[in-house]
């Protein structure tokens, strides 16, 4: 199926989704908002993340207004870089969050899920995302053969 990034600050959702998507046949990565619990994430740092490279999918389940343990940074931070980068902002996501913020970069399709909400919720989005989207319908001004009178 699909490599799914999970970014996540605590035990929350991710206490079940990493088995649920796993079963469903999902490579999950998991990330803390850093590589270690107190080294801040490559992605802010350097521009890029090792992790995310291979990621066709990110399921991004950090608080938002609360800065991430152990960093300077708040989750709304990690948040706008991805989505913000000129590849990870194409992935799809799924933002596990109270609500998404407004004026969120990227390209990639975003679904938000309540953050308390059952981790069969988020599995439901994660299939609804990977699911092959159909091609933008052409524009069919000027193509139209006229017929000889």
Known sequence: MATILLI???????RQLP???AAAGHRVLRCGGGPTPLAACP???????????TAELLIFACPLGLPLR???YRGIHLLH?????????RLPLVLVALASPQNLAGTGPTETVATFTDPAAVLTAVHRLLQPRPPPAADHQGTHQHAAR
Request: net charge negative; hydrophobic share 25%.
């Open 81 to 89: 870089a991805y989505r913000a980068h000129p590849d990870y902002g």
């Open 8 to 14: 996540e600050d605590g035990p929350g959702i991710g």
């Open 43 to 53: 992605l802010l740092r350097q521009g890029h993340c090792p992790l995310a490279d």
């Open 70 to 72: 152990g960093r300077s």
């Open 19 to 21: 088995s649920l998507l």
